[in-house]
């Protein structure tokens, strides 16, 4: 029998299990074991190159595997009989860059794929729309273009879109890269509600302060492999790993050099690893939310 995503046995889950992505001869992903329970969130973290993007495009089937097993929803989409299809819209995604339709406003940027895709009435797709543009407080802008926009506006909006396919989990790719600093914590506060209620989500972000606050656990990749992996405590405040370690200490101290770089460390002075994290922590996530 096909394999459909209209009921979820196991709604809002990933089970990815000895995935191996190559490109060519180039080996991205090494035998990646990871598992994600309804409702819980995730963070990946990593250096820029170590395989989190085509880790997120292998769970939302934008890659085929070369060997392994992703299960989503209680699906093995990398079985044949799996309707791909019914099971990518089951999956939000988020990306760096919001994507929205400049021609289009606010809720026909949200109704559109309601309509043509899975079908809605116009009357069902713009309550859809209304009721996810209340959620990331954007309810007062569906009339609005995305070039009247914020960055972080424009996001909130690419994730109500997002939320309309009624998705039973959703993946999120550096959110907050593209923004500038001061509208990065309206799109983390949003991300942090979500969370709250219950959506099953896995983040790549390199926002310290949100994976040690919203994160059920943090995932540290490098180099192909997961490294590390346990709570945001464990992998953020106290790396076992060199590797983690050495990427944490960057992370957190990003105007210091290492041993053996180009500079001396004692040239770069001040604070303390310690202080640098108390600072980090307290940065971006904070800030509140915008309108
Ligand atoms: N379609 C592709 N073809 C060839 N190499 C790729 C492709 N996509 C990604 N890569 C390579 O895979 C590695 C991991 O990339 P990526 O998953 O984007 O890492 P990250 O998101 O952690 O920065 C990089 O070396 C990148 O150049
Ligand atoms: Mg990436």
Redesign the pocket.
């Given at each position: 029998m096909t394999q459909t995503a209209t009921d979820y046995p196991g709604q809002g889950a990933i089970s990815v299990r000895g995935l191996v992505m190559r490109?060519?001869e180039?080996e991205?992903l090494k035998n990646i074991d990871l598992e994600i329970n309804k409702g819980e969130v995730v963070c990946i973290i990593?250096p820029?190159?170590?395989?989190?993007?085509?880790?997120l495009r292998c769970v939302n089937l934008l890659e085929t595997p070369t060997a392994g097993d992703i299960v989503v929803n209680g699906f093995n989409v990398t079985d044949s009989e799996c309707d791909i299809d019914g099971m990518r819209r089951s999956i939000g995604m988020v990306f760096q860059q919001f994507n929205l339709f400049p021609h289009l406003n606010v809720l026909q940027n949200l109704t559109i794929a309601q309509t043509k895709v899975l079908k809605r009435s116009k009357m069902d797709a713009e309550k859809t729309a209304r009721h996810n543009l209340e959620r990331v407080g954007m309810a007062h802008k569906e009339s609005a273009y995305a070039p009247q926009l914020s960055g972080g506006q424009q996001q909130r909006i690419a994730i109500a879109r997002s939320l309309s396919m009624n998705p039973a989990l959703m993946l999120f790719d550096e959110p907050t890269s593209a923004l500038d600093p001061e509208l990065v914590g309206e799109v983390l506060a949003v991300m942090k509600s979500l969370a709250k209620e219950g959506m099953t989500m896995m983040v790549?972000t390199h926002e310290m302060a949100f994976a040690r606050e919203v994160a059920d656990r943090v995932v540290f990749?490098d180099g192909g492999y997961v490294v590390e992996e346990g709570s945001a405590e464990q992998v953020i405040g106290n790396p076992q790993h060199q590797r983690t370690k050495s990427f944490m200490f960057r992370v957190l101290n990003p105007t210091m050099v290492e041993e053996g770089d180009e500079f001396p460390t004692s040239a770069v002075g001040g604070s303390s690893g310690a202080e640098n994290l108390a600072i980090a922590l307290d940065t971006n996530f904070n800030r509140g939310q915008g309108s």
């Open positions: 490109f060519g180039v991205v990593g820029s190159g170590s395989g989190k993007t085509t880790l790549v990749m």
